[in-house]
Each structure stands twice: as C-alpha cells, then as structure tokens.
C-alpha cells in the first residue's frame, strides 16, 4: 500500500491570470462534486494523495502540465471553490502557500469547533507531515506550500511543496488511511527514479539511527538511510509524442469524431457538443472515473483544455466553458436522483477504453498540434501572452516538419 510520494518539476514563476483560475475552480469544483456523489468522500482523499493524479488533474483544468505552478493553482483553486461549500460535501481545505499555510493551525482548530474533530490532534498531524519532510527526510527541499485537506469523518491528506536550489519543487503527498506511524517507514512506494543520496529517518531500518540521534542531540548524522525513487518532469515547457500514451490519446480522438462509437441513448445524452468538446469531456470523464493506472501519462489531459503558456496549444476558452457547463448540469441531476447525463459521462471513458484495445496510433502528433494552433481562435484561445495584447494572437506555432496527414484508418488522425 502506497502511503506517501512525490513528484520534482521545474519551477515556474508568474501568476495564474483571472479567466483561468475563475474557470478552473469551477470545473475542479465540479469535478470534486461528481466523484463524491459517484464514490464518496475518501476515494477522492485516495486521489488528491496520489501525485500522478494530482498531476493529471491540474492538466486537464489548463494548466501546464509539468510544472510546480500546478500545485499553488490546484490547491488555491479547490480552496476557493470547495470551502464555500464545505459543510455541503463535507470536504475542507485548509493552507496554502507561504503565509497561507502558516493559517492552517488556526483553520483547522475553527474546522474542529463545527465538526467536533480533535483539532489539537489535527494540527499536531500537520505539523508532522511539514516536519518529516523537511527535516525528517534531508533531500535539498524546503518546503514553502503546505495544504491540509480534510474530511468531517476525520480522514485527511496533505499536499505540500518544498523547492531546491536547482529550480526544481518537490511535490509531497500524505493520505492518513494509508501509513501507520509518522516514524515507520511512512515512504512505502514511492514513485520514480534514483536521483542519489538522501537522509530518510522514517525508513524502517532507521530505528537505530533515530535513537543514536536522541542520544547525541545536535550531532548532525551522515549515514545514508535510502535513496529515494521520484518522478521528474522534463525542464522544458513543450508536450512531446513520447510525454502521452498516444495509444490512448488517439483513441479519445476517435470517439469524439467518431459519433457511432457511442451509445445511440448516451450520444441523445449529449447531443449538440461538438467534437472538440467531446474530446475535452472525454479527458475530464478520465480524470473522474479512471483508475490509477490511466494517469502514468499526465501530459495526455492537457489536450482538454491546452495550457496557461500555449503548450501544448492555447486555453480553448469556449471549449472550457461548454465542458464546464454540461459537467455542472449532469452533478446538479445527479444530486437529485437524475443519473442518466452522470452514467453518459461516465460512458465516455469506458467507450475510450474499449477503443483503445485494438488501437494502432500513427505517427501525426505533430500534425494534430499543429491543427489545435489553426482552431485556436474558432475556440477563443487565450493564453496569458495575449493578456498584454489583447484581441491577438502573441504565440505563433511552427511545426518542425510538414507531413501530410493520413486518412481515417482508426489510427491517431487529425479528421
């Protein structure tokens, strides 16, 4: 069983501009709504815990999908959007980054008096999670962001991000249902390659060590305990064919050009979205119902909804909106007992995993980027260039090579 993890990427700076981040708490909102009344509060604890997802999540609401700026805009757009709500779902979100995450002690002790959780106990949690990473496990990252997500029953999990002196950030997660001791291997499995030497004092087989250390207090021990695998991301802003599962990817594509691929009664469901809409819902439907195994890939969902920067292609304003709207409409049904429009969602992802089983894609990745830059303004794209130039276009694409774009053969296509 996995209790913690973590993820590297490189550090962006600048901020997340007004349409975006409004946009995306609106659909990270509805996305939280559907999985809860799909699969209840702690799946969705399993998943904010899970970095891959994590990951995944932030892409497919628009933002780059490789980048540290991922989890400020995540964690700041589900405070947002979920807190208003909060005894609602019964989801809060306490912290954040820099002087937000030094509030969350006094949230939770202002949750715990609505709730009648410990909050003493919850604030000593949080304060053990910041510590085990940054002093616990002495692997260059400090941490700076620090965010307590909760539920009423108790459960919690941690993100937190720490940064290096290299430019990159480190993403931790903590899920409370899955580790046992904050001092006892609480690393299980975590996801990623060997980058070298590290101190990890809540390795299993560091009992001695922690009690040498109690014994000589202020002697700084040099023994390395375990090297820890991560996942890092490229430094480079662009999505390339060999970052997504193009099997996937293009089986995606075919069902949202594809309409008899579909249900005859979850196509009536959904009639009137356009294909590019399909694609975007397709994606987010993944993000709601897929299984761990479905988000190796991150890079794979910024085809939703492109990204902040124009990379892979530039925010589909329109397309964003639309699939906002239709995931609003089926969770608001659902809610009160209406299920078909949720159940035609939910069809999308397993129609693309049918596809997908006998699914040979090609080699047009950048062929199908390319055509995203062409609709780009038929969508209202914006990325936060075109902030400073409003009304035009600041990025222009230039594809590496020209290729002729092969016919419909039930292989990756730009159709």
């Known amino acids: 069983m996995r209790s913690n993890a973590h993820a590297d990427l490189p550090l962006h700076h600048g901020r997340v501009p007004p349409w975006l981040a409004n946009r995306m708490a609106t659909l990270g909102r509805a996305i939280v709504e559907a999985i809860l009344v799909e699969y209840g509060k702690g799946e969705f604890m399993k998943r904010i815990s899970d970095p891959l997802w994590f990951q995944s999540f932030g892409a497919v609401m628009g933002m780059d999908w490789h980048s540290s700026g991922i989890t400020t805009s995540v964690v700041g757009a589900l405070k947002r ?19 937000h995450s030094r509030k969350t002690p006094t949230e939770l002790m202002q949750i715990a008096d609505r709730t009648g959780l410990d909050g003493q106990e919850l604030v000593r949690c949080s304060r053990l999670t910041a510590k085990v990473d940054n002093t616990a496990i002495q692997d260059g990252f400090q941490i700076y962001l620090h965010s307590f997500i909760l ?38 499995s975590i996801l990623g390659q ?3 030497l590290i101190l990890n004092l809540t390795h299993q087989k560091a009992g001695d060590t922690q009690e040498g250390i109690l014994d000589i207090v202020g002697q700084h021990p040099t023994k390395m305990v375990q090297e820890i695998r991560k996942i890092r991301m490229p430094a480079r ?29 979850d196509l009536l469901l959904l009639e009137g979205l356009g294909p590019r809409t399909l694609q975007s819902l397709t994606l987010v439907s993944e993000v709601i119902h897929g299984t761990r195994s479905r988000f190796e890939d991150p890079a794979r969902y910024s085809f939703a909804h492109g990204g902040k920067d124009g990379k892979p292609f530039p925010v589909p304003l329109k397309v964003y909106d639309e699939t906002i709207a239709t995931l609003r409409k089926a969770v608001d ?6 299920s078909d429009r949720q159940r035609a969602i939910k069809s999308l992802h397993t129609t693309a995993k049918r596809i997908e089983e006998n699914f040979v894609p090609n080699d047009n990745f950048d062929q199908l980027v390319e055509k995203e830059w062409q609709d780009s303004r038929k969508y209202g794209g914006r990325t936060v260039m075109d902030d400073q130039r409003e009304g035009k276009s600041y990025f222009t694409y230039t594809p590496t090579r020209k290729r002729k774009a092969k016919p419909n053969t039930g292989q990756l296509s730009l159709f």
């Open 151 to 188: 539920t009423k029953e108790g459960d919690w999990a941690v993100v937190q991000q720490g940064m290096n002196e290299h430019g990159y950030a480190r993403r931790y997660h903590w899920h409370a249902a899955e580790f046992a001791s904050f001092i006892n291997d609480p690393h299980t």
């Open 237 to 265: 802003h662009d999505v390339k064919a060999r970052d997504v599962d193009l099997r996937r990817l293009g089986s995606i594509i075919a069902l949202a050009n594809e309409r008899e691929m579909l249900d005859f009664e």
């Open 333 to 338: 049904k659902a809610k009160i007992g209406h």
């Open 81 to 99: 959007a979920i807190n208003p709500i909060s005894n609602e779902l019964g989801i809060y979100v306490c912290g954040g980054r820099g002087r």
């Open 194 to 196: 060997n980058q070298g």
